[in-house]
C-alpha cells in the first residue's frame, strides 16, 4: 500500500519567501563588502587602519561569490520544484472535480 503525500504549501512558500531574504542579506557581502568597508576604512585616523586593510585583502579569496552563485542556483531549483508541485497539485484537483 502507497502513502499519502501531503506537502504543505504555506510552509513551503514560507520557506521559499525566508531563502529569498537570506540570499538577499548575504549578497551584499559577496559582492560589495570588502571595497566598502576599505573605503570606509580609509577614512578613520587610527593606528591599526593599515593593519586592518591589510586583513581585509588577505580575505579577499573569499568563497562567497561562489557560494552566492551557488544559493542562486539552489534557490532556482527549489522554485521549480515548488512550481512543478503546484501546476500538477492544480492538475490534480480539476480531474477530482470531473469524477
Known sequence: MTERI???DEAF???????DRAIEAFRPYSTQFFEQTQ???MEMRSDFTQEMNEVLNN???TKAPELLKSLNQYQKNVKFVYAAYAEKDEQMAKELVKL
Do not use: A, P, Y
Open 59 to 61: 580575505m579577499r579569496d
Open 13 to 19: 512558500q514560507n520557506g521559499i519567501q525566508e531563502m
Open 6 to 8: 501531503t506537502i504543505n
Open 39 to 41: 573605503s570606509e576604512l
